[in-house]
T-cell receptor, first 113, second 115 residues
Framework: QQQVKQSPQSLIVQKGGISIINCAYENTAFDYFPWYQQFPGKGPALLIAIRPDVSEKKEGRFTISFNKSAKQFSLHIMDSQPGDSATYFC????????????FGKGTKLSVKP | GAVVSQHPSWVICKSGTSVKIECRSLDFQATTMFWYRQFPKQSLMLMATSNEGSKATYEQGVEKDKFLINHASLTLSTLTVTSAHPEDSSFYICSALPVGSYEQYFGPGTRLTVT
């Protein structure tokens, strides 16, 4: 059973546009929701993260929107740039301070110049 | 800060041999490190959780005798792929968890090719 569902699988956006990636989860015990960015051949890098007591968090061009009742969270990339072209993974955290991450299947974002 | 390194970055080995991959947290201590496996165009799959000074916890379906994990210090964990076979070819990524943090910091990955 897939514990976190990520969509879309791929996304093409024009430069300057808004990229939106969505994730949905079932288990209300998840307590931390990060987004990772991964370039080909590299390890993932933490982009932005949110805890369930906050509905939105913004860092530069990146915003997480969190809807606890709907058990959904999304990543918004404003003013998308070609350098943002990468694969994005949402993840959910469980198990306390030494807990684990479960990753979504990823979204390949292509920003066209 | 929060830099994690892996060595080697890529390795080619022959079937039946063993390969060791190192994961180091360079500027912080990590009581917990994680090992992931990623096949092309797929997501990261957790293989095992490594705690300093204790035995690793393996995810269901991961052979602990094949993937040996040692977390000998607060800054170093190693993954040894024993008797490697072509199906073990993959991208192996480690992450380290600073004490008291939820944020895992990932290494750059190791590309393993078994011929």
């Amino acid at each position: 059973q897939q514990q976190v569902k990520q969509s879309p699988q791929s996304l093409i956006v024009q430069k300057g546009g808004i990229s939106i990636i969505n994730c949905a989860y079932e288990n209300t015990a998840f307590d931390y929701f990060p987004w990772y960015q991964q370039f080909p051949g590299k390890g993932p890098a933490l982009l932005i993260a949110i805890r369930p007591d906050v509905s939105e968090k913004k860092e530069g061009r990146f915003t997480i929107s969190f809807n606890k009742s709907a058990k959904q969270f999304s990543l918004h990339i404003m003013d998308s740039q070609p350098g943002d072209s990468a694969t994005y993974f949402c993840a959910v955290h469980y198990g306390g301070s030494q807990g684990n991450l479960i990753f979504g299947k990823g979204t390949k974002l292509s920003v066209k110049p | 800060g929060a830099v994690v390194s892996q060595h080697p970055s890529w390795v080619i080995c022959k079937s039946g041999t063993s390969v060791k991959i190192e994961c180091r947290s360079l500027d912080f201590q990590a009581t917990t490190m994680f090992w992931y496996r990623q096949f092309p165009k797929q997501s990261l799959m957790l293989m095992a959780t490594s705690n300093e000074g204790s035995k690793a916890t393996y995810e269901q379906g991961v052979e602990k005798d094949k993937f040996l994990i040692n977390h000998a210090s607060l800054t170093l964990s190693t993954l040894t792929v024993t008797s490697a076979h072509p199906e073990d070819s993959s991208f192996y990524i480690c992450s380290a968890l600073p004490v008291g943090s939820y944020e895992q910091y990932f290494g750059p990955g190791t590309r393993l090719t078994v011929t």
